[in-house]
């Protein structure tokens, strides 16, 4: 039986202080709930625009504890939570999406396998635990491929492209001789990717595919809709909602999938809300991040139609500088201090009539 | 010559706690600003969501020096502010709208002169000081008509309708011997409202009118677009332009507008955003909380183009129990502990492609 709803005013816990936490809090507090974020850093992003702040590390046991006793659900925004600490918090108080979405992205051998297990395509890859298991991968696979940490990786950081006559040993050390992956190369035309959500009650729903165009490792725009044929954006929902369902998930994921001559094959996926979903925030009735609280409390799924056309362009570095002077877009800030090179200070979206 | 903007992080103070603050907050916390309540109530939905919050009274002079101190700009969310509050913080500090709005707004009579003498046609009306000036305006505007205090009414609070044979000393003490006006009677066809906006620059910009219908005197449903010709919309459109450039006005403004078989004659306006401008939220790119930021931090007025019809629906009272199982609308909940009977609680828009 699927719990009852928690009622406006219920107090939602974030673990992670960023700007998906801080997007997260202002979408609980539009449907009248309280936010408490779980921090190391003082005055995050989250931290600033959330009811309360727990600012503590998340291997210390009496803040985990007190935290649970303070809320009524835990959701988290970043995939690197400690399992230990999801486990400390299980133990008291709904934590949604679940241990084992975070078991499998945290962790790129077993999410490639996770994904391969369901039936899902993914670009040919290898373990990898040392150069010469590296050397063995890179003569499989061929060139170019690319070497990625299987832990704690992020915006193209812990990973190394392989070039034909590349050094097993050289790239080894590259990746600071971590557990690895290596990831075969796959002629894609496109990256798109699928926002979708689970409700405690099984119900699937999924925003339209996004096409995703990166600068530098990182995510610089999302086109919407993404140029693929209707069959294929099917296809990438069915996907999503196969991960969904195998999961048995309740939130909202990001899938990232390669459009290629074959058909799709999955990238990966983060369980939680993504930065290539954004525009859903202006081209939607009910954003992602609305979506996500929601689902972790038990409330129907919301209308995920588009009614526009919509691009979306993270503001990184410096180039947040312009924010007050963009003109014919949304804005949205992250309120973090320094702009340093390659962080995600904002994102701004423009719109145009649906076309398709 | 037009002041820098406020840059990202500037602390914007807002007079008033209620939920049109909170929507300010929330909108103030996308644009990467932070917020200060000012509100005498303790848990105040606005101060839920600010960065500070003061719980003070408006008369409280050393509050409102720190306030003053603690903020880059101050703006508010309610027309009945002390003046005398105003002026001490706007000795220290900028105040958005200013201070010739309130004036304007607070009091029926000055409300209804300033229309009038920038050439906007209202209801026939007379100041009303007692039962005998009562009387005569009673002869002279005939019945029925609206009996109204020139000061503190709202949401249908301080007014009593006289149908003929009425008797001019009950209905003095009906609304409790305060001075009022009378106001005579207009046919009309219907209700709209026109949200405009005024930057820093002089700049007007209008979202579409909405056509607005109340029960038991406080809103209940306002559609877009108003089934108004086009004609008309442009109107009511520099209706709202001329109050705007008249009072040198920055912010956001509600003008409350009767569709007559004569044109339209102005009812009233609220010196902030309002309620009859919540459906912008779902069916602009830059809704009335949001063009109210930019407004008062200096920042070009944003696109407020309708993409989508939208139809919103006040929650009051004991109808908030319904919003977890709402379907298909976008909800926004205001953090109120109790549901009272006619107590605005939240409200739903829905969305349809645009039909005009």
């Not at 009622?7 to 449907?31: D, H, K, V, Y």
Request: charged residues 20%; aromatic residues 6%.
């Amino acid at each position: 039986m699927t719990p009852e709803p928690l009622p406006p005013g219920s107090r939602i816990g974030i673990l992670g202080g960023g700007q998906l936490g801080r997007m997260l809090a202002i979408a609980a507090a539009r449907l009248g709930m309280r936010t408490h974020v779980y921090e190391p850093a003082a005055d995050a992003p989250a931290a600033q625009v959330a009811n309360a702040a727990t600012v503590a590390a998340y291997d210390d046991p009496e803040a985990l504890a007190a935290f649970a006793a303070a809320v009524d659900v835990v959701t988290y925004e970043f995939e690197n939570v400690a399992l230990a600490a999801v486990d400390a918090l299980a133990a008291r108080v709904p934590v949604r999406p679940g241990r084992r979405a975070l078991e499998a992205a945290q962790d790129r051998i077993a999410e490639k396998a996770f994904l391969n297990g369901i039936g899902l395509a993914t670009a040919p890859w290898a373990e990898v635990d040392g150069p010469e298991a590296l050397a063995a991968a890179m003569a499989r696979l061929g060139a170019p491929a690319v070497l990625k940490t299987r832990r704690l990786g992020y915006d193209g950081k812990g990973q190394v492209r392989l070039d034909r006559g590349a050094s097993a040993g050289e790239a080894w050390t590259a990746i600071g001789g971590a557990p690895a992956v290596l990831e075969g190369f796959v002629g894609f035309e496109r990256e798109i990717s699928v926002i979708a959500a689970r409700g405690l009650d099984g119900a699937v729903v999924a925003f339209d595919p996004g096409e995703n165009e990166h600068r530098d490792g990182i995510l610089h725009r999302t086109t919407v809709p993404a140029r693929i044929p209707p069959s294929l954006a099917l296809d990438a929902v069915l996907i999503a909602g196969r991960i969904l369902n195998a999961l048995d998930y309740v939130g909202v994921i990001g899938v990232e999938l390669f459009v290629t001559d074959g058909g799709l094959l999955v990238n990966e996926f983060a369980p939680r809300v993504h930065n290539s979903g954004h525009w859903t925030e202006a081209g939607c009735l009910v954003d992602q991040f609305e979506q996500h609280v929601r689902a972790i409390c038990g409330w129907p799924l919301g209308d995920g139609a588009r009614h526009s056309d919509a691009e979306m362009l993270n503001l990184i570095g410096a180039a947040v500088g312009e924010a007050p002077s963009i003109r014919g877009a949304r804005v949205q800030l992250y309120g973090k201090a320094e702009a340093r090179a390659g962080r995600k200070m904002g994102h701004v979206i423009r719109i145009a009539p649906r076309s398709a």
